[in-house]
């Protein structure tokens, strides 16, 4: 099989296709044909080496995220059967064609999803639903997301609002249409963040930060306690002003719930599409921090 790996930490340009040996099951497991993987900040971290507890062993792949279709099952697998299309989360090795995953953390992928878009919602689905859960967001709530367009603060929206909340969304100018699509009030980020939030009549009692920074020192001087402050990256300014870190874990559970809301069209996810060949491109589109939605590599041979 092919897939993506780097050979020593750095830029997106260390990343490179090789050849290696095809994965056999084991007792417990299913094998998958990828048919697309979504790409994610972590992932980054991993390949320049700022992720401290995660030691690569070169050549290391890459990918957190896939969906695809059963190719062959382990011992003592019976939930599933080859030919059926499944999506879910793995650990470093979700670019290539093929991948192993534990039966028990695999979920169904609903006729009505495309393979890119249900790759694209596995990762930002665990950490936005996790992260609402953890932060309490109830109806009533005024949450304010940092980072709204992109994968984690898009479904986390969408999910506040069906809650009851009332959203808040920070982003660039030219994707505040974007999250009004998605129901949220969208502000700039930065020095004009304070004024704008201000400015909308809407006083946020909770905060989602998935963009660092001055995030959670914004959130504080707009009236927001620090115990109902979260954070997906930055864990510094989390200790130093007493906000929470959101690590709400993987759930297949609460993945099934979301991919449920995305077949039934109650959440979207925009996917921006990379062939498997240039994993490259699409690695740097990811470390730019711009964009909405989700980055996404196809595999030739993608079906529905």
């Known amino acids: 099989m092919r897939a993506a790996v780097f050979d020593e930490y750095g830029p997106p340009a ?14 417990g497991e299913v094998l998958v044909r990828v048919r697309a993987a979504g790409v994610q900040p972590f992932d980054v971290a991993v390949r320049r080496g700022t ?27 019976d939930s599933l059967a080859p030919g059926d299309e499944v999506l879910g989360s793995t650990m470093l090795n979700g670019v290539a064609e093929l991948l192993t995953v534990p039966a028990a953390n695999v979920v169904a992928k609903p006729g009505s999803l495309d393979f890119p878009t249900a790759a694209g919602l596995v990762a930002a ?10 932060l309490g967001v109830t109806s009533g709530d005024v949450l304010l997301v940092h980072a709204g367009a992109g994968s984690v603060g898009t479904i986390a929206i969408q ?17 505040h249409d974007y999250l009004r699509q998605l129901g949220a009030v969208g502000v700039p980020y930065g020095s004009e963040l304070i004024e704008a939030v201000t400015g909308s009549g809407l006083k946020p009692t909770v905060a989602l930060d998935a963009a660092g920074g ?7 001087a707009l009236g927001i306690a620090p115990e109902r402050i979260g954070t997906i990256v930055d864990d510094k300014a989390a200790a130093e002003h007493g906000a929470s870190v959101v690590r709400a874990g993987r759930s297949p559970e609460r993945l099934a719930g979301v991919i449920a809301l995305a077949a039934a069209g109650t ?5 921006r599409a990379y062939p498997f060949e240039e994993v490259v491109a699409a690695h740097a589109a990811v ?3 711009h964009g909405r939605g989700k980055v996404v590599l196809t595999f030739a041979g993608q079906r529905r």
């Open 287 to 289: 470390e730019s921090r």
């Open 214 to 220: 001055e995030a959670i020192a914004q959130s504080i």
């Open 125 to 134: 689905s665990q950490t936005a639903s996790g992260a609402l859960l953890e």
């Open 267 to 271: 959440v979207v996810m925009p996917v």
């Open 14 to 27: 260390v990343l490179r296709i090789a050849e290696l040996p095809d994965p056999v099951p084991g007792p």
């Open 159 to 175: 999910l506040a609002r069906l809650a009851g909340a009332t959203v808040i969304g920070t982003a660039s100018a030219g994707n």
């Open 51 to 77: 992720m401290p507890w995660v030691q690569a062993k070169f050549p290391q792949q890459s990918g957190q995220e896939y969906a695809g279709v059963v190719e062959a099952v382990g011992e003592g697998v």
